[in-house]
């Protein structure tokens, strides 16, 4: 057991670990997100995009575990995908920004505008009038 550690690169140890965790991370968030239009949030953007569940169904072994280690769903939201590919981009980006030294500054700029774009997706919903019946605010 402890000689194949020894064989074991550390350096791709660690690459396959990061690589786990930025999909762990992508799967929470599209989760997340998922909670949130199931409460009514992002209306505009609630729709499914496809039905998977004749390959792959979510209540099988591999639908389960591919959902739990990487956020599988067989009929995802907009949003959900927006979030997950929002996600694994951002978290890439940082990655590399960090292995090239970006400056602090850099980063914060990428992430306030990853930010901004996941509000803006929002807003349209909120900026909506509901059953407008007089001119006058009530």
Known sequence: LYMGLI????????QVTNV????LVAGLTSQGFGF?????LFESLSQTLWDSSALLTE????????????????RPAAIQVIAYLLTLTI???????IDKNM????????????AAFIFVLAMPQWAAAKDVTSPYVE
């Open 7 to 14: 064989k074991l690169s550390v350096r791709v140890f660690f």
């Open 20 to 23: 786990l965790l930025v999909l």
């Open 36 to 40: 949130l239009v199931q409460a009514g």
């Open 59 to 74: 209540d099988g072994l591999i639908g389960q575990s591919l959902g739990v280690l990487i956020g599988y769903t067989a």
């Open 91 to 97: 978290l890439y980006t940082t990655m590399k920004a």
């Open 103 to 114: 400056t602090l500054k850099n980063l914060m700029k990428t992430s306030t505008a990853a």
